[in-house]
């Protein structure tokens, strides 16, 4: 029989059970008072006992992803495990607001610099783990959660795998053989190569921002979102024939939607390319490219300044630094190209999700060349306004400032 908890019970002995927040196929989700823990947390435990192998595996996959994340858009993972009674649990942050479907039903177009931030942010919270070369496979607005504060956050990485086969999650991506994720929200390689790498998230997210900028379906032009998910309702394989084979209806012909910056709709025209090559190749791109077109197309007061001085130089380049997710070294597609012996071709992760959070600095090498005020640096760390930090035998420093 299924386990399904009520407030006031106490699961495993001291973990008592003060709300159910919500209930999906594998698991549900509580939210729970802990000994040791100041704050409430949210339990999200199995159901039934996890005896069959593909549903061990998948919750077992959410919790190695959660728990290599660092990124703040991710929800922070504190503890994970089998029960001894077989069920597998995640204790989790309690995180207070609502999924962005609930928080805005597509009805009405959102306020442009809103729909992008909030995409933006969904990127950042990706970028790390395609940068992980973990694919979450199924973005959409009910595993995007909004916050009081506005603050962003991806959830339910229970569907994500190794697109390079990396041990981390297991199964590489292109094994499988039926569609994943959410036919709304798929992509059109699932019916053609059935490849997922991060370009498939990407097109998720290109989807996600058209209809949040419209209310409409992009492949529908002058109809409302919600009409055509009532449409398919009974028929969720029909946005499975529209990803394959119907034209994108450029956003700029959509009501209220001529305006629109021309950054932001060759962005969301290559988001929906039904070629994975052409779109943005990862979340962190796509990422770089709404920092954009926040900070010179909507006048949102996000800028800073990048300092950076070379090895053997005296004076410093400046460069102006967006939101987004920027990877430093000697590669062809580090946004910071460093080259120099001493920088290996992605040496290290910037990213920046906007005031008021500050800059973390991700080191992808173990050997300490990655140093922060002269010191040795071996996990993410936050930086502050002035800190000055090297990569290989670079000196930088970040400021901040308002937007031109």
Request: proline share 7%; with cysteine; charged share 25%.
């Amino acid at each position: 029989m299924a386990l399904e908890l009520q407030p006031g019970d106490t699961y495993g002995g001291n973990i008592q059970i003060l709300e159910v927040l919500g209930s999906g196929a594998f698991a549900r989700v509580y939210k729970v008072d802990v000994p040791g823990y100041d704050a409430p947390l949210a339990l999200k435990l199995t159901k039934e006992p996890v005896t069959a192998g593909d549903q061990a595996q998948r919750a077992l996959r959410e919790i190695t992803i959660l728990r290599s994340l660092t990124n703040p858009h991710v929800v922070k993972t504190f503890d994970c495990g089998l029960r001894p009674d077989g069920h597998i649990y995640i204790l989790m942050e309690f995180l207070a607001g609502s999924a962005l479907d609930e928080w805005h039903k597509f009805d009405t177009r959102l306020e442009p610099a809103r729909a992008v931030a909030i995409v933006h942010q969904i990127c950042l919270g990706l970028a790390e783990a395609h940068a992980k070369g973990i694919v979450h496979r199924d973005v959409k607005p009910e595993n995007v959660f909004v916050e009081r504060n506005g603050h962003i956050r991806l959830l339910d990485f229970g569907l994500a795998r190794s697109w390079d086969g990396s041990p981390v999650v297991g199964v590489n991506a292109t094994q499988t053989h039926m569609v994943v994720g959410t036919p709304h929200y798929a992509q059109p390689e699932q019916l053609e190569t059935r490849e997922l790498s991060p370009a498939s998230d990407v097109y998720s997210l290109g989807m996600i921002l058209y209809e949040l900028l419209s209310a409409c379906s992009p492949f529908h032009a002058e109809r409302t979102l919600v009409d055509v998910k009532e449409e398919f309702s009974a028929q969720p394989l029909y946005w499975l024939r529209c990803h394959s084979s119907s034209a994108v209806v450029p956003i700029t012909q959509q009501p209220g939607c001529a305006d629109l910056p021309e950054a932001l709709v060759r962005g969301i025209e290559r988001c929906l390319d039904k070629d994975p090559s052409k779109r943005p190749p990862d979340a962190g791109a796509l990422a770089n490219i709404l920092g954009h077109v926040l900070h010179r197309d909507m006048d949102v007061p996000v800028a800073g300044n990048l300092r950076i001085l070379r090895p053997g130089e005296t004076r410093p380049e400046d460069r102006l630094f967006l939101p987004g997710s920027y990877r430093i070294g000697s590669g062809e597609r580090c946004e910071i190209s460093l080259r120099h012996d001493s920088v290996l071709r992605v040496h290290a992760v910037l990213e920046w999700a906007g005031r008021p959070n500050l800059p973390q600095l991700r080191p992808i090498t173990g050997d300490g060349s990655v140093r922060l005020n002269d010191e040795p640096v071996h996990k993410p760390i936050q930086l502050r306004t002035h800190d000055e930090f090297c990569v290989g035998a670079f000196r930088m420093s970040l400021t901040f400032r308002d937007a031109d």
